[in-house]
C-alpha cells in the first residue's frame, strides 16, 4: 500500500514538473516538431507534448520498476538474454537521463538547463523507444 501512494505522490509530481518545465521552456514556440521511433514526423502544441512527455517518464519509471521485481528471474536468465538486457538497460538509463534530469531540477526547484531543455524533443521519444525495448527483454 505504500508504494500505490508513493507511485501516485511521485507521478503527481511527475506531471507538475514536465508540466512545469515544457511551459516554462518552451513558452517562446507555439509548436514542437519531434519524430517517432518509427522516424515519423509528429508536430504537437506545447500542452500535446508536455503531456506526451509525462506519459513517457511514467512508462521509463514503469519499465525500470519492472527491472527492480524481475531481478530474480534475471538471474536464471540466459547468458546472451541478459547481456541483452543488460545492454539495453544501460542505453535505456542513458537516453531516458535528460527527460529524468529535467523532471528532477523542476521538482528541487532548480532552472533547468537550457543544453537539457533543447534536447527534450529528441530525447522523449528516444527515451520511449529504449524502454520499449527494455520492457520486451524482462524476462
Known amino acids: 500500500m ?11 509530481w511527475g506531471r507538475l514538473a514536465i508540466n512545469g518545465a ?5 513558452m517562446n514556440c507555439a509548436m514542437i ?3 517517432t521511433a ?5 508536430t504537437m502544441t506545447q500542452e500535446e507534448f508536455a503531456k506526451y512527455a509525462e506519459r513517457v517518464f511514467r512508462y521509463h519509471n514503469q519499465v525500470m520498476n519492472e527491472l527492480i521485481e524481475a531481478a530474480e528471474e534475471r538471474r536464471e536468465q540466459d547468458p546472451s538474454g541478459a547481456r541483452k538486457l543488460s545492454a539495453a538497460e544501460a542505453k535505456m538509463i542513458e537516453t531516458c537521463q535528460p527527460l529524468n534530469e529535467t ?3 523542476s521538482l528541487s526547484g532548480k532552472s533547468v538547463g537550457l543544453q537539457t531543455e533543447m534536447t527534450l524533443a529528441d530525447t522523449v521519444p528516444a527515451c ?11 524476462p
Request: aromatic share 0%.
Open 38 to 42: 518509427g522516424g515519423k514526423k509528429l
Open 2 to 12: 505504500a508504494m500505490k501512494s508513493l507511485g501516485k505522490r511521485a507521478s503527481g
Open 103 to 105: 523532471v528532477s531540477e
Open 128 to 138: 520511449e523507444e529504449a524502454s520499449h525495448i527494455v520492457d520486451d527483454l524482462i
Open 33 to 35: 516538431t519531434t519524430r
Open 22 to 26: 515544457m511551459v516554462l521552456s518552451l
